[in-house]
């Protein structure tokens, strides 16, 4: 009896199991990246944007010309060696446009959709986390916004507020906020029922903390990826703008517009389209591979 | 009696059930059913019941994570239902909870030092020295060492994730600790260590648990008291000795009839009960045990029995010890 009685002893109350002490904390944020890394395609993405940002950011090294410079008798120059992507109607350097252009461009992606992340995700959390009519409310208004194609909304926002790049950089972050609120309203809802934030009431903390440093940085990873695939539709929206004649106004070298003032052109001068075509191209291959393989590398479930 | 730190009476909770097209109340589930208990300082009352029988919606009450319907909860002295939302937060420092799932219940991107920093930062310690002192004191009192603080959750065993859980409960020095079944996630080698920490942890402390589990071998361990519920309704609460070795509830003596006992020559009666449990939505008039009880008699099915003393200090709620009907 005394034999069972030692074996049946409870186990001492230490830990029972000890980690290696040499391993390293591994923030979740690393096993993104670990993951991330691993995707040719998002690298490759991830490698364009980083070349457009490169342009933008030092286009006044790199642009062998102004934007504005004209000079009309070298009008629809071709190619060459003295003007690479060849000139437009008012002998401008379209090489030097198309790099200055990234600037317009990413400027007009990055800060049009940091206004709808901000907005968006901020009436996406309250709509989730206090639910009831709060919800009912901010949720109608993003299914009012989200009723207009979204290309018309911004055209009647432009409108009423005066062709600009402003404006149209305006228009095209009202137009993302009920994507954005939307994305972040469900992630809420799913965040919320966890037990950590159970947890965190039980602590006794401020419902604020609890959305600043509990729920919001749960439902980060879909913001990212939204935000990373907006960009690249942002820039189209800019460019379809400008095409339009509704966003940069002249001389501004935004690429939309020098796709609109070209098109006359496009049998005697395809170059005037064809370089400002490619780079929005390149632009939103970029965003896109970028944010498809963030998304592959922030929910890995997701993939299979 | 000694002094009750926590006093619950005629406790309850109602769920509405909403439904249609214009989500009308169309019926509620009674999930706590006017229970009442004491739990004195210093001691631990185990709260053990099948699954959905309102164990951890009644401890989930006491902090007000859940609105009680009914019923005063008086914690030392002061009845926490009445007091405002800012009110009951601040009382949180006072009563705090372990959780079942440690897996669930820590924020996957917060480091073991945050999550044990953040009810020292909300309760008020101001100075960041005084919190890392008081992180490294914590990880050394529920057995881990200090070099875990700057680590994430996922890389901690289930085991290790319920100390960070159990210390996390301890950080602000509360008087009460509310633990849902804080063990019933765990691998049976683990349980007993995390038990035999919760009790060392008791008495170097003085702490007062309200231990819900529906593991009876696991209360029997660590509880002063037993209460057993059924339906939402307290059905028998007893010191531990007492309600194992002499139970007076026909459900209680069917519950512990279920407990296999590790030793192969001993033969025991087993009470097996008919059907299921029944629906909280519509639970049975009378008794709610009534409908499956081996010892029901005529006025089970229509009148409620009193929770009343049936010994000194054991309490029961049942037909058999009542005044002749």
């Known amino acids: 009896m005394a034999e069972i009685a030692e074996q049946t002893q409870l186990p001492p109350s230490g830990p029972e199991m000890n980690i290696q002490q040499e391993d390293k904390a591994v923030s979740p944020w690393v096993d993104v990246w670990r993951r991330f890394r691993k995707n040719k395609a998002a690298l490759f993405g991830a490698a364009l944007v980083s070349f457009f940002i490169l342009l933008a950011i030092f286009a006044d090294l790199i642009a062998p010309y102004g934007f504005k410079e004209t000079a009309l008798s070298n009008k629809h120059l071709p190619p060459s060696s003295d003007h690479w992507f060849g000139t437009d109607e008012f002998g401008r350097d379209i090489f030097s446009r198309v790099v200055y252009g990234a600037r317009i461009s990413l400027w007009v992606g990055f800060i049009s959709v940091a206004g709808s992340v901000v907005v968006g995700s901020s009436l996406g959390i309250i709509a989730g986390y206090y639910g009831r009519w709060v919800d009912a409310l901010i949720s109608r208004l993003f299914d009012i916004l989200l009723a207009f194609p979204s290309i018309l909304l911004a055209i009647a926002v432009v409108a009423m507020l005066g062709p600009s790049l402003r404006n149209a950089l305006i228009a095209i972050a009202i137009i993302n906020v009920p994507t954005f609120g939307r994305l972040v309203r469900s992630k809420v809802l799913t965040v919320k029922e966890e037990e950590y934030i159970t947890a965190a009431k039980a602590i006794g903390m401020k419902d604020s903390r609890i959305l600043l440093h509990h729920v919001l940085p749960n439902s980060l990873a879909p913001i990212i990826v939204q935000g990373t695939l907006a960009i690249a539709t942002a820039i189209i929206e800019a460019a379809a703008l400008g095409f339009l004649g509704m966003g940069a106004q002249p001389p501004t070298p935004e690429w939309g517009k020098m796709l609109a003032d070209s098109k006359d052109f496009i049998m005697q001068a395809p170059w005037t389209v064809f370089f400002p075509g490619i780079a929005i191209m390149l632009t939103v291959l970029g965003f896109n591979l970028m944010g498809d393989g963030l998304r592959d590398a922030l929910d890995p479930r997701m993939k299979n | ?325």
């Open chain 2, 1 to 325: 009696m000694t002094e009750a730190l926590l006093e619950v009476k005629h406790l309850k909770k109602v769920f509405p059930i909403h439904g249609g097209l214009f989500g009308r109340r169309v019926g509620e589930v009674k999930a706590v059913d006017d229970i009442s208990f004491y739990i004195k300082k210093g001691e631990t009352l185990g709260l053990v019941g099948e699954s959905g029988c309102g164990k951890s919606t009644t401890g989930r009450m006491l902090l007000r994570l859940l609105e009680p319907t009914e019923g005063t909860i008086r914690f030392e002295g002061q009845d926490l239902t009445k007091l405002s939302r800012e009110e009951m937060r601040k009382m949180r420092k006072e009563i705090q909870m372990v959780f079942q799932d440690p897996f669930a219940s820590l924020n996957p991107r917060h480091t073991v030092e945050k999550i044990l920093e953040e009810p020292l930062i909300v309760h008020g310690l101001k100075s960041k020295t005084e919190r890392k002192k008081r992180v490294q004191e914590l990880l050394e009192i529920v057995g881990l060492s200090s070099w875990h603080a700057n680590r994430y959750p996922h890389q901690f065993s289930g085991g290790q994730r319920q100390r960070i859980g159990i210390a996390r409960a301890l950080a602000v020095h509360p008087k009460l600790i509310v633990a849902d079944e804080p063990v019933s996630a765990l691998d049976v080698s683990i349980q007993a260590q995390v038990l035999n920490l919760l009790q060392d942890l008791q008495k170097e402390f003085g702490l007062t648990y309200l231990f819900i589990a529906h593991d009876l071998g696991v209360v029997r361990h660590i509880s002063d008291r037993v209460g057993v519920m059924y339906l939402g309704q307290m059905m028998e609460l007893a010191d531990s000795e007492a309600l194992y070795d002499s139970p007076k509830h026909p459900y209680t003596e069917a519950l512990l009839s279920a407990v296999p006992v590790p030793d192969v020559d001993i033969k025991k009666e087993r009470i097996v009960l008919k059907g299921d449990v029944p629906s909280p939505a519509n639970p049975p008039a009378g008794c709610p045990f009534h409908l499956r009880c081996p010892k029901v008699m005529e006025a089970c099915a229509s009148i409620r029995p009193a929770f009343r003393e049936v010994e000194p200090g054991h309490y029961a709620a049942c037909h058999l010890y009542g005044e002749q009907l």
